[in-house]
């Protein structure tokens, strides 16, 4: 299995990682954890808890573009090499994302989402120039 393909997985739980704050906003709820209504009680969330909530949505919306992005580069035989510098780039930039906006720095966070949007388009791009 390629580097890419392998960032592939990584970034797919890392969508799921993102809903562990979001589980301890929600339980820190009044009421506790509404394993019944939760996306009600999502939208109810303020501060970091919507931050949160906030960053894994996110995270379902750039898998999209990554994955393609991904499959784009393989099948356009883009080089080996930068298809496994920018699948890197944005597992790395998806890492760091959801922390930067929990904790509200909005300015870096915005950098951090350009370069791992950057990245997937460059994936996009390669076979035009390998």
């Known amino acids: 299995m390629t580097l890419p393909f392998w960032c592939l997985f990584v970034s797919a739980i890392l969508i799921y990682a993102t ?9 820190k709820s009044p009421g506790g954890y509404d394993n019944k ?3 009600d009680q999502q939208a109810k969330l303020e501060g970091w808890g ?3 909530a906030a960053a894994h949505a996110n995270g379902f919306e750039a898998f999209g573009i990554f994955a393609a ?5 393989h099948l356009g035989h883009g080089s080996e090499k930068w298809s496994g510098i920018l699948a890197m ?8 994302y959801p922390v930067l906006y929990i904790a509200n720095i ?3 966070r915005s950098t951090v989402w350009t370069i791992g949007l950057a990245c997937a388009g460059g994936l996009f ?4 120039f390998s």
């Open 19 to 27: 809903k562990v704050p979001l589980a301890m906003a929600m339980a």
């Open 50 to 52: 919507k931050r949160a």
């Open 125 to 128: 791009l390669l076979p035009a």
């Open 89 to 96: 780039g944005f597992v790395a930039s998806r890492t760091v």
């Open 37 to 39: 209504m939760p996306r």
């Open 69 to 73: 992005s991904v499959f784009v580069a």
């Open 106 to 108: 909005h300015v870096a």
